[in-house]
Nanobody, 121 residues
Framework: QLQASGGGLVQAGGSLRLSCTAS????????LGWFRQAPGKERELVAV????????YYADSVKGRFTISRDNAKNTVYLQMNSLKPEDTAVHYC????????????????WGQGTLVTVSS
């Protein structure tokens, strides 16, 4: 089970840090990712990180503003979001892949419940 937290309302230019903690299984060998879905839009990949944290990938829309990281000792993945924009408003989901690293949403087996990020202009 994945539990995401840290969402909320923030003004444009502000920052938030999302956390996602796994329970019931260790996720140290799993690729982890953050995805988001805005109202009326399809779910999109935001960032992914490999099992050992050595490889990361970011969507162009968040590159340079967001940072994904993980703490395998705490079974937790983070998404630091800086310089937030109104277009970042969405429900953000964490997910764990069955592979050590993946950019494909259909390779993610386990999904958290989502946390809402709202950025006001």
């Amino acid at each position: 089970q994945l539990q995401a937290s840290g969402g909320g309302l923030v003004q444009a230019g502000g920052s938030l840090r999302l956390s996602c903690t796994a329970s019931g299984r260790t996720i140290s060998s799993y690729g982890l990712g953050w995805f988001r879905q805005a109202p009326g839009k399809e779910r999109e990949l935001v960032a992914v990180i490999s099992g050992n944290g050595g490889s990361t990938y970011y969507a162009d829309s968040v590159k340079g503003r967001f940072t994904i990281s993980r703490d395998n000792a705490k079974n937790t993945v983070y998404l630091q979001m800086n310089s937030l924009k109104p277009e970042d408003t969405a429900v953000h989901y964490c997910a764990a892949s069955g592979k050590i690293y993946s950019r494909l949403s259909n390779e993610y087996r386990y999904w958290g419940q989502g946390t809402l990020v709202t950025v006001s202009s």
